[in-house]
């Protein structure tokens, strides 16, 4: 499940920025991923930007994918 969250996460933050990579882009999109959740998953969604939001913005500059950055957090098995 951290996985498919990790992944699902990832692609919205980059569906919402694409071009403004801006960590202040980057975290106004965090504060909104969590809110179009069904109300099950909303905590464990809060609890993953909680836990891995100030590392986000630099994960998705440096890697660029949600399949990428989900791997360097080793959240999915291939990681």
Do not use: M, R, W
Not at 11 to 35: F, G, H, R
Not at 47 to 63: A, D, E, N, R, T
Request: aromatic share 6%; proline share 6%; hydrophobic share 40%.
């Amino acid at each position: 499940p951290e996985c498919a969250l990790c992944k699902y996460v990832i692609s919205y933050l980059d569906n919402v920025i694409q071009n403004n990579k801006s960590e202040a882009a980057i975290e106004a999109a965090l504060d909104q991923v969590c809110k179009i959740l069904p109300g099950a998953l909303q905590d464990k969604c809060k609890q993953f930007v909680k836990i891995y939001g100030p590392v986000l913005p630099q994960l998705l500059i440096h890697y660029g994918t949600p399949d990428q950055v989900c791997n360097a957090l080793q959240l999915c098995n291939n990681g």
